[in-house]
């Protein structure tokens, strides 16, 4: 049975949290909010710990997890070739929604790193992650906490329903900020490399530490194969519906999404839509709004995929979102969950 704790962020119960890190310590389970998504935790140092996190999800053992810290001082510890690009980027974007990759060190077991010489590296800026990290005493392996190819939860509700039972422990605290996973950036060649895009932007990364590239595979799915973040290959992110990108011109999307719904009615499919706060009005069948602006939309994403499964829904039809900004992360997300199916209006 698992253990539930109802934490307010803002008025954290430390005695709450000390019963959950007991979990932690103890090698077990626990599933905490973050800044990004909910995360699903263990001992990233105990072997047996990070293996029930595996199984909890459903999860290849060869996709890494991401190592989660409380103080920048454990890097070090984790990590060797600390360069100064990695440097930069902890000082500047740290606590918050970015891990990097680095070499590991031995004493992060082949477990967490999935049979790779590199370990992934993240410092949350929730204050609940945090505490929890900090009264567990030790580095915190934990992927998102959803079942393996499911849309990440990012509300305390999501992961109640999906892994009640599933886990040790679990602390409900609210609704995640950021919505989509951290960016993963690789700073163990030359050049800098994102292999998964993410709240923290290629523009902002390059204003700080210069030239960055984003993973050329992430862009279709044939290449998608050789991405060098092995969690990128698997199917992703996806809701029990078929999901299409509908893009082209405002006029030829809106009518392409109202001939095609009415097409699926006459078959009796539900079919949802996914837009804009302010195209809402245009299209028929059963709409979810993602907000108006890339950020709103990000935090939104995950929920509107969640809140389709619930209402039945057969086949959803989106919106397609620019390719700038945190819109990187949104149309990566959104094509896996898609399975890459765009229609051309
Ligand atoms: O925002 C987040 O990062 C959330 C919260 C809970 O912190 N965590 C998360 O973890 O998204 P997960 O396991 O769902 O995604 C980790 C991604 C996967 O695509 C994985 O393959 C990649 O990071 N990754 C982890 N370690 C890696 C490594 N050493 N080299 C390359 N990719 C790595
Ligand atoms: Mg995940």
Redesign the pocket.
């Known amino acids: 049975k698992t253990i539930i704790s109802k934490i307010n962020a803002e008025d954290i119960d430390l005695n709450e949290i000390k019963k959950q890190a007991e979990l932690l310590k103890s090698g077990k389970t626990v599933i905490f909010p ?1 800044e ?2 909910y ?1 699903l935790g263990a001992n990233a140092l105990d072997e047996c710990a990070v293996k029930k996190i595996y199984e909890a999800k459903g999860r290849p053992s060869d ?4 190592v ?1 810290i409380y103080d920048e001082k454990e890097v070090y510890d984790l990590a060797k070739d600390v360069n100064e690009k990695a440097k930069l980027i902890m000082k500047e974007f740290w606590p918050g ?1 970015i ?1 990097i ?1 680095l070499n590991k060190k031995s004493i992060v077991p082949d477990t967490t ?1 999935g049979g ?1 010489d ?3 590296i ?1 410092m ?1 800026s929730h204050k609940i992650a945090r505490e929890i990290i900090k009264q567990a005493g030790i580095p915190i392996a ?3 906490a959803n079942i393996s190819g499911r849309p ?1 939860p990012t509300k305390a509700k999501h992961v109640y329903e999906e892994m009640d039972g599933r886990v040790d422990g679990m602390i409900l605290g609210g609704d995640s900020n950021f919505g989509v ?2 960016t ?1 950036l690789d700073l163990t060649e030359d050049v800098p490399m994102i ?2 895009p993410g709240s923290v932007t290629k523009e902002a990364l390059e204003e700080i530490i210069g030239n960055v590239q984003l993973d050329p595979s992430l862009r279709n799915k044939e290449d998608n194969k050789k991405a ?5 290959k698997y199917t992703h992110y996806s809701p029990n519906a078929q999901v299409y990108i509908v893009s082209g011109n405002d006029i030829n999307v809106m009518n392409r999404i109202n001939e095609l719904v009415k097409i699926n009615k006459e078959k009796g499919l539900k079919t949802g839509v996914m837009c804009l706060d302010k195209n809402k009005d245009k299209y028929s069948g059963e709409i979810i709004k993602l907000g108006n602006t890339l950020e709103e939309v990000a935090s939104n994403l995950f929920d509107a995929l969640i809140e389709m499964d619930k209402r039945k829904i057969d086949i959803i039809y989106s919106e397609e979102f620019p390719t700038y900004g945190v819109g990187q992360a949104i149309m990566n997300r959104l094509l896996k969950s898609a399975g890459y199916k765009i229609i051309q209006a």
Do not use: D, Q, W
């Not at 996709?63 to 991401?66: G, Q």
């Not at 060098?228 to 990128?232: D, I, L, N, R, T």
């Open positions: 973050t990004t998504v995360g996709n890494p997890l991401i989660h929604p891990t990759i790193s790779l590199t370990v992934a993240r949350p934990a992927p998102s990440s996973e951290s993963v292999l998964r060098k973040a092995p969690g990128m």
